[in-house]
C-alpha cells in the first residue's frame, strides 16, 4: 500500500537533499508538493491543513535552518509529524474477568465475517479462548460463512439460525461464555448503512444487553474518505473504541489510514493486510509512518519471521549458505518458507530504501517472478536440484516445457543461482556481499 505516496514523498525529500542548505522558499515549496501528494492520496483536506501547519512551523525554525543536513531534519519533522496524526498504538482491552465482550460493526461487504475469524485467531494465539458469534442474520450464507471459518480454524460458532433476532443471539452468546469458560466473545453483526434508524437501533439493544469492552469499526480502507465519514457517523451512535481498516494491501493511496485517527479521535487497533486468516497485523503508528515515507518496517518483517518461519531449519540454512553448500532444493525450501510470510511485494516494502531502488519493478512483477522460478524449480528432478550442474540443454527444455517457461528463463535462473553460491561462499569466508534477491531482479 502507498505505493504512489511513497514515491512521490521521496522524490521530493531527494530534490530536498540535493539542494544542500534550505532557504524558507525551498522548504515551502516542497510543503507545497508534499500537500499535493497527501490530497492525492485521499487524505482529508483539514487533516493535510493541520499537518503541513505543524511540519512548517518546525521545519522553517532554527531546528532545520542551522542544521548540517537540513533535508534529513525535514524528513525527520514529516516523520514525527505523520506519526502524531496516525495517534498512539492501541490495543484490544482485554482488562477485567472474562468473558470479553467484542462487537464488529460496519457497512455490508467491508469484510466483518473474515475479521472475526481474523481476530479470533490471533486472540486464541495470544492464550485467549475464544467464542465467535454469528449475529448477522439478514445477509444469505453469512452464518454459514462464519461456521466454516470456524471450523477451519477450530474455534467454536455460536448461532442460533436467521429467525432469532441479533440481540438475543448475542446475549444468549456471552451467557454460554460464562457458563463454558470461553475468555473473548465476538459477535459479528450485520453490515448497515450508518443511516438507517432501524438499524442502528438494533446495534444500540445488543450493546445495552452485552456491555461489549470493544465496539470495532470494520472499515474498507479503500473507499478512502467515505470510511472517515462512516467512522464518524458510526462513532455518534454506538461510541466506538476501535477501528480495524480492512483490505489495506490492495489500497495504493491510502488517505483513510491516515486521517480516520485525526477526525474520528478513535485509534486504529488493526489492518487487514490479506484475504488469509492470518492476515491481520496490530497498527503501529510508527512503524506505518516509517512505510509511508520508504523507510521500510524491519521490526514487522521481524516478527512475521519469527512467527511464521522454522528458527531451527533457517539457522541450519544460514550455515550452509554461507559455505555455499546450498542448492536447488534448500533454495525451494526457502521459496515455500518465504511464501508462509505472505506476499513478497509486501515484504520487500519493508525493507529500507527498498522502495527507491525498485520505482521500475511493479510488486506484481516481483510476485510473479518468485512463481516462475519456483515453477522452474519444481519441474526438475530431485537429482537436478541437488546437482543443477548435470542440467544439460535438453533438460533444460524438459525443464522449460513443464514450467511453462523458456529456456531463456530456466538459463538465467541456474546462471544467477551460480553466481549466488559464489557470492555466499565469498562472505561466508569474508570476502563480499551477496544475497538470494539478485534471484528475483
Excluded: W
Excluded at 445477509?139 to 461456521?147: S, V
Excluded at 445488543?206 to 465496539?215: A, H
Excluded at 532444493?329 to 510470510?341: C, G, M
Excluded at 517472478?369 to 524438459?398: C, D, F, G, Y
Amino acid at each position: 500500500m502507498f505505493e504512489n505516496l511513497t514515491g512521490k514523498l521521496q522524490g521530493i525529500f531527494d530534490r530536498l537533499a540535493r539542494r544542500g542548505k534550505l532557504t524558507e522558499d525551498d522548504v515551502n515549496a516542497g510543503l507545497r508538493e508534499v500537500r499535493l501528494a497527501l490530497l492525492e492520496a485521499d487524505v482529508n483536506y483539514k487533516v493535510v491543513k493541520d499537518f503541513i501547519a505543524r511540519v512548517k512551523e518546525r521545519a522553517i525554525g532554527a531546528e532545520v535552518m542551522r542544521s548540517l543536513t537540513p533535508a534529513q531534519q525535514v524528513i525527520k519533522i514529516v516523520h514525527e509529524e505523520l506519526m502524531a496524526t496516525l495517534g498512539d498504538p492501541s490495543k484490544v482491552d482485554l482488562s477485567g474477568p472474562p468473558p470479553h465482550v467484542i462487537m464488529l460493526v460496519g457497512l455490508q461487504g467491508s469484510g466483518k465475517t473474515t475479521t472475526a475469524a481474523k481476530l479470533a485467531l490471533r486472540l486464541r494465539k495470544s492464550g485467549q479462548r475464544p467464542l465467535l458469534v454469528a449475529a448477522d442474520t439478514y445477509r444469505p450464507a453469512a452464518i454459514t460463512q462464519l461456521e466454516v471459518l470456524g471450523h477451519q480454524l477450530d474455534i467454536p460458532v455460536h448461532s442460533e439460525g436467521a429467525k432469532v433476532p441479533p440481540p438475543t443471539i448475542c446475549a444468549n452468546a456471552v451467557k454460554r461464555a460464562e457458563a463454558s469458560a470461553y475468555s473473548v466473545v465476538i459477535m459479528d453483526t450485520a453490515g448497515r448503512l450508518h443511516i438507517d434508524d432501524e438499524m442502528m437501533g438494533e446495534l444500540e439493544r445488543i450493546k445495552q444487553l452485552t456491555r461489549p469492552q470493544e465496539v470495532l469499526l470494520v472499515a474498507d480502507a479503500m473507499t478512502g474518505q467515505d470510511a472517515v465519514r462512516v467512522a464518524s457517523d458510526f462513532h455518534r451512535r454506538v461510541g466506538l473504541t476501535g477501528l480495524i481498516l480492512t483490505k489495506v494491501d490492495g489500497d495504493a493511496r491510502g488517505g483513510a489510514a491516515i486521517s480516520i485517527r485525526a477526525v474520528t479521535g478513535v485509534p486504529i487497533k488493526f489492518l487487514g493486510v490479506g484475504e488469509k486468516t492470518d492476515a491481520l497485523e496490530p497498527f503501529y503508528p510508527d512503524r506505518l509512518a516509517s512505510r509511508i515515507l520508504g523507510m521500510g518496517d524491519v521490526l514487522s518483517l521481524i516478527e512475521k519471521a519469527q512467527t511464521e518461519m522454522d528458527q531451527t531449519q533457517a539457522m541450519a540454512m544460514g550455515q550452509k549458505l554461507l559455505k555455499g553448500e546450498f542448492n536447488l532444493e534448500d533454495f525451494l525450501a526457502q521459496l515455500q518458507q518465504i511464501k508462509k510470510l505472505g506476499p513478497l511485494s509486501q515484504l520487500l516494502e519493508m525493507i529500507p530504501g527498498y522502495a527507491k531502488i525498485s520505482k521500475d519493478v511493479s510488486p506484481e512483477l516481483t510476485d510473479q517472478q518468485m512463481k516462475r522460478v519456483e515453477a522452474i524449480i519444481n519441474s526438475m528432478t530431485r537429482e537436478e536440484r541437488l546437482n543443477p550442474r548435470i542440467i544439460n540443454a535438453s533438460r533444460k527444455r524438459r525443464i522449460a516445457r513443464g514450467s511453462g517457461t523458456t529456456v531463456q528463463e530456466v538459463n538465467m535462473l541456474l546462471s544467477q543461482f551460480r553466481q549466488t553460491q559464489r557470492m555466499m561462499k565469498r562472505l561466508g569466508q569474508g570476502r563480499g556481499p551477496g544475497g538470494l534477491m539478485s534471484l528475483f531482479r
